[in-house]
């Protein structure tokens, strides 16, 4: 197991290196660690070089993120390919809709075996137009293909199930992408101004249901001026749901929201907050800025959706409301307000206990490896085992 010669090549294929860095660092850390050559195709932004400084080998990948051309799909399955092809990877692991589909089809045609792992099934499963049907067609023809098939929560899984888009023998459950719950711990708030702070971590997207928490906002500063409303975030990303900054500038000059764009870590925002609020009613896998929140010791507040409601155990942890009701919404967050703050740090601390039994990043680390250890490794002697938990 020390000769990395003797170790298998696997290669990443998602649509952004930037979700394989900041969700998958411990993954990738660790199988870097047990000798494995790591390959990441992925269009290339700001954490390919964080990537490759961690000891993987990157290649940029063109993929238009939103595009439906038939045409330009058929050349992204050729183009992935021919990547495959060349680099002779032993096995890949496809993360999001482009590579899940396009990738998984390009390893039946080169003959790799591959692993298929759903992170949220986003418009696929909102709506119910043409692109929708053919995406979910395009699922079923391409999950025919990797060795298994992973989804984030139960709810996704019965969803592929219930409409026959992959064997039931194929999927499988992975509780999350797994949170370090020692590097997302608790902190003690940096500043104490007489200010209760909510905030909104997520893509500035209307799925997310941002507009729902700056209606509520509203209602809520209407009879606490002290409440403050935060969205950190990027705009301006690639997707039908977008904000546009502009909007976003608009509520800030109404004293709305405050807006805090994007930051590297999240940590010391997550630790000012007193409430971390994510009200989406799009498809999520599991939230992970909720994830790293109630490590922190947060409560949270969020719908009951899919992915969302995985989170959170209502009245333990936090609580959840309907989607698309900013007037549950806004009712959710005066009860948070209205703890004491001896309830509402139980509630943190509850939930952080949550995160560390259902969701600590070993445990998914581990499953990885029994999968690794059952299509990839093939000597009894050289069987992986889980590194120990931090």
């Keep these: 197991m020390d000769d990395i010669k003797t170790m298998p090549h696997l290669l990443l294929c998602a649509n952004t290196a930037w979700s394989l860095y900041n969700f998958r660092h411990g993954l990738i850390a660790t199988l870097l660690e047990k000798g494995f050559i790591i390959s990441i195709l992925a269009p290339k932004d700001e954490c390919s070089d964080k990537l490759e400084a961690m000891g993987c080998q990157v290649f940029d990948l063109y993929m238009s993120a939103k595009g439906v051309n038939p045409f330009s799909d058929l050349v992204l399955m050729t183009r992935i390919a021919l990547f495959y092809r060349k680099l002779k990877p032993d096995f890949i692991i496809h993360y999001t809709i482009k590579p899940n589909i396009y990738g998984s089809l390009a390893a039946k045609l080169v003959g790799i075996p591959s692993l298929a792992v759903t992170t949220g099934l986003g418009y696929t499963f909102l709506n119910n137009n043409l692109v929708a049907k053919v995406a979910r067609q395009l699922y079923k023809l391409a999950f025919r293909f990797p060795e298994e098939v992973w989804f984030l929560n139960?709810?996704?899984?019965h969803a592929f199930l219930s409409h026959n888009l992959v064997d039931k023998n194929k999927a499988v459950i992975l509780r999350s992408e797994g949170i370090n719950t020692a590097h997302f711990t608790f902190q003690p708030k940096p500043l104490d101004d007489g200010k209760f702070r909510f905030l909104l971590i997520a893509r500035m997207l209307w799925d997310k249901g941002i507009g729902e928490y700056v209606e509520a906002?509203?209602?809520v500063r209407a009879r606490h001026p002290n409440a403050v409303f935060q969205l950190l975030g990027a705009t301006g990303v690639p997707n039908p749901s977008v904000i546009g900054r502009e909007q976003i500038a608009e509520w800030e000059a109404a004293g709305d929201v405050e807006y805090l764009g994007t930051t590297g870590d999240v940590r010391p925002?997550?630790?000012q907050a007193d409430c971390v609020v994510l009200p989406s009613y799009y498809r999520e896998g599991v939230p992970r800025t909720l994830m790293e929140a109630a490590a922190m010791s947060k409560p949270l507040i969020t719908t009951d959706n899919v992915g969302c409601r995985d989170v959170v155990v209502h009245e333990q942890t936090g609580l959840l409301c309907p989607v698309k009701d900013s007037h549950a919404l806004a009712n959710s967050m005066e009860l948070m307000l209205n703890m004491n703050d001896e309830k509402r740090n139980a509630m943190g601390e509850v939930g952080r206990l949550f995160m560390i039994e259902n969701f600590e990043e070993q445990k998914v680390i581990a499953q990885y490896l029994r999968m690794l250890n059952k299509y990839v490794i093939q000597s009894e002697t050289e069987k992986?085992?889980?590194?120990?938990?931090?």
């Design 154 to 157: 139960a709810d996704d899984k």
């Design 217 to 219: 906002a509203r209602k």
């Design 269 to 271: 925002i997550i630790a």
């Design 384 to 390: 992986l085992s889980p590194s120990p938990a931090p």
